[in-house]
């Protein structure tokens, strides 16, 4: 992974040699501190340079390297390029930003299509959604059931790139929306969530939000919305590719 806004990104650093996170989110990004940590036995390595970041995963004794995030870093040689791209049929996907052109998908060996109803008439493509899975809290421990929000008048914050998705997803658990705190992506919400959630029940918020800011939310009403990645029509393209 990059490891974006973690001072340890430029140089390069072993985030988790499968045992853990070793450094916190100011050091390796928040991204790969959640990773590090949903994912037990698995090496995490970030670093700008992913060809480098390649090399020493190699040194680490990883055999299979996956890159997050590097469709377009193209100087490292790769087996296969899966590529997520929105339903195009969905009236949100206005306003995103694309870092190559449309055209570059054409070289993508699979793409995964989020929230279709129906695949495009491409034979690569197949579908998924993210499905929240439980409630978990500061530390991301498993607390609950998703469906334990229904009725509660909660503050929704994140600081993640399509808040939107997020509030949408709250909504449809049932949640009584008091109001929206959102952030840039990667920055700090805490602080702006503790002063909106006088009147609501708790603060809904993503676990990457958690990672990055863990002693402010210690203190806070606050849970995570832990989702899990639910493969749909198509998903044996993904493995064949694989």
Do not use: N
């Amino acid at each position: 992974m990059r490891g974006y806004r973690g001072v340890r990104s430029r140089a390069g650093a072993l985030v988790s040699d499968g045992e853990g996170a070793s450094m916190d989110a100011f050091a390796a990004g928040d991204e790969a501190v959640l990773v590090s940590r949903r994912l037990p036995g698995v090496l995490v390595r970030v670093g700008a340079d992913r060809v480098e970041a390649t090399r020493r995963a190699r040194a680490d004794g990883a055999r299979v390297v996956v890159l997050d995030d590097g469709f377009q870093h193209r100087r490292l040689a790769r087996d296969a390029d899966v590529v997520a791209v929105d339903d195009v049929d969905r009236p949100d996907r206005d306003g995103i930003v694309l870092r190559e052109g449309s055209g570059a998908l054409a070289r993508a060996h699979v793409l995964a299509v989020r929230g279709a109803t129906s695949l495009p008439d491409d034979p690569r493509a197949f579908g998924f959604d993210l499905v929240p899975e439980a409630l978990v809290d500061s530390f991301l421990h498993p607390i609950g059931m998703p469906a334990d929000i229904e009725g509660a008048r909660v503050v929704v914050a994140c600081a993640i790139g399509r808040p939107d998705r997020f509030v949408r997803t709250v909504r449809g658990l049932g949640a009584q929306i008091v109001t929206v705190v959102a952030g840039r992506d990667h920055g700090p919400i805490a602080a702006r969530a503790a002063a909106a959630a006088r009147g609501a029940d708790r603060i809904v918020t993503t676990e990457k939000d958690l990672v990055r800011e863990p002693r402010e939310w210690e203190r806070l009403p606050v849970v995570g919305l832990r989702v899990h990645v639910a493969l749909g029509a198509g998903k044996e393209r993904l493995l064949a590719a694989i």
